[in-house]
């Protein structure tokens, strides 16, 4: 399907790609005939192995812990995807300094320019099928194993795309063992989780997300590592004070005539 031409070649020298060292290098790949070239590429690529294994995750043979968050990659002031790659950088580069080493991606699949902000940065994304419950976002067909397969074409090249999400919730019976086995024989340098609603099973994920009740304490008996995927949903209110920063499409969820409606009913 991708039509691919596997080339092993020694790599004296390289470094390994990981979070807190995202070495970058830089192919020069060229096309001869007769001893004229008529076609060279530059591809930058990093080099790193992201795998499960027993009850962990291992990232260039060490344990990996997961710190992940989620992006909607909404810019606030126009309500559409962010594409500068300066002010993705930016974003990236504060992803990392508040700790996190993960972003997962509700239902799509952000641009590349965020994949390339997110090499440099050391910062590993799952992009996700664009389908909840079971169906797709949009009155679009349903086609979750092509969708897939777009992604692993056009993505596959970034070496912080590091796990890919087959959809929210839901469960998608029909095909999940299909496109998990898919993946597994044309990309296996990428892990795959079924979704984050509770089927995932060794035959269409490679970990899973986490208990589906009250957490009381440590899943210790986990047979295989798990990201606890939308776990920690903080209510935290916006400040009213803030109401007036508020001035693109994205109104101000609190303004404040509602505080002094929800003081007057306390």
């Not at 810019?75 to 559409?80: D, R, V």
């Not at 320019?113 to 664009?130: C, R």
């Not at 009740?213 to 935290?236: D, F, M, S």
């Not at 609190?254 to 009913?265: E, I, K, N, P």
Request: a neutral charge.
């Amino acid at each position: 399907y991708i039509g691919m031409l596997i080339l092993r070649l020694p790599f004296p020298g390289g470094r390994l790609w990981s979070p807190e060292c995202p070495n970058l290098h830089t192919a020069r790949v060229t096309v001869a005939r007769s001893g004229r070239v008529i076609g060279a590429w530059h591809e930058r690529f990093g080099v790193r192995s992201l795998i499960v294994k027993d009850k962990e995750f291992f990232l260039n043979g060490k344990p990996f812990f997961v710190r992940g968050c989620g992006n909607h990659m909404r810019n606030p002031l126009t309500h559409i995807a962010e594409a500068d790659r300066d002010e993705l950088r930016r974003q990236a580069g504060l992803i990392r300094r508040a700790g996190f080493n993960q972003t997962r991606h509700h239902t799509n699949c952000p641009y590349p320019e965020y994949f390339d902000a997110a090499d440099e940065n050391g910062l590993f994304v799952e992009p996700e099928l664009p389908y909840a419950a079971g169906g797709p976002c949009e009155p679009i067909p349903f086609s979750p194993l092509f969708d897939a397969k777009e992604y692993v074409r056009h993505y596959r090249r970034y070496v912080s795309f590091g796990m890919l999400s087959l959809g929210n919730e839901g469960h998608l019976a029909e095909v999940d063992g299909e496109i998990y086995r898919w993946v597994k024989a044309n990309d296996p340098d990428r892990l795959v989780l079924h979704n984050d609603g509770g089927y995932n099973s060794p035959e269409n994920s490679d970990f899973y997300t986490g208990p589906q009740e009250v957490w009381t304490g440590p899943l210790t008996n986990a047979p295989r590592p798990y990201v606890a995927h939308e776990y920690l949903n903080l209510g935290i209110k916006d400040d009213p004070r803030d109401a007036d920063r508020y001035t693109g499409l994205v109104a101000a969820p609190r303004s404040w005539a509602s505080y002094d409606a929800g003081l007057a009913r306390a």
